[in-house]
């Protein structure tokens, strides 16, 4: 469960937006318990949701099996939604209908973490399987202010804050050449399997020449665009208030 440095920063930032203590806590996206066990010194019961059921050993914490855009708890099941590294994984079409669980589910605040206007062609991947062009880390959507308030509209949004800086952009002709390399930059260790097929990543193949020149290609005009680009935040973090 050890995490890097510049991760807990991150998760920190996020528990930071926690107003207080309160009775109980949906954290969606579990994953290996990190975040639900630091979540128990902010609420008296914590309820770990993933895909697969969680295993984290701790007398606070509840493991359940469950989907985001389908949660099967009553309507106000929980003081707090708390959420963070999921929005930009789901659908954009299945992506309004979690954000409306997550509303009907909460009684009282919703804490929402997503990656703040990520460029989705900066380390995105080939699957070796299917072919096709994956974003990185299997991220289907941007996200700025305008996109999260809107799939929150009609609740009051207390704070907004931003965590990290970044330079990380592309452009269309690197892009390009990178796809015809083979992504090799990617991440192929990821957990995240290919969006269109389902099967895990595997790692390029060696280059050819060519494709060895196309990498080199895009990294040069990469390096002489970034002398023009203004840095930005990497993550968005959100405190929502419902009332009850």
């Not at 996020?14 to 109980?24: D, E, H, K, T, V």
């Not at 318990?33 to 128990?40: E, P, Q, R, V």
């Not at 509303?103 to 997503?114: D, L, S």
């Not at 269109?196 to 990469?222: D, F, H, M, W």
């Amino acid at each position: 469960m050890e995490k890097r440095e510049k991760e807990k920063e991150r998760i920190q930032s996020l528990l930071n937006l926690i107003p207080g203590r309160a009775p109980s806590v949906l954290d969606i996206g579990a994953r290996d318990g990190y975040i639900s066990a630091k979540l128990t010194d902010f609420f008296d019961s914590v309820t770990a949701l993933d895909l697969e059921k969680p295993a984290i050993a701790h007398e606070n914490v509840i493991c359940v099996q469950g989907d985001a855009t389908s949660l099967h708890f009553p309507d106000g099941s929980f003081h707090t939604v708390f959420c963070s590294e999921v929005l930009e994984h789901i659908p954009p079409y299945l992506l309004q209908k979690a954000c409306d669980e997550m509303r009907r589910v909460a009684q009282e605040h919703i804490i929402i973490g997503v990656p703040y206007r990520q460029d989705l062609r900066v380390g995105r991947t080939t699957c070796y399987t299917c072919g096709k062009k994956n974003p990185p880390w299997g991220h289907v959507t941007v996200f700025d202010e305008k996109k999260i308030l809107s799939l929150f509209s009609g609740i009051s949004c207390e704070r907004i804050r931003f965590h990290g800086e970044n330079t990380e952009y592309t452009n269309f002709l690197s892009a390009l050449l990178m796809d015809l390399a083979g992504n090799p930059y990617g991440d192929y260790s990821q957990l995240e399997p290919c969006i269109y097929c389902g099967n895990r990543l595997k790692p390029p193949p060696e280059r050819n020449l060519p494709q060895k020149v196309c990498t080199r290609l895009a990294v040069s005009i990469t390096r002489m665009q970034s002398c023009f680009i203004r840095r930005r935040p990497i993550w968005m973090n959100i405190l929502f208030r419902k009332g009850i």
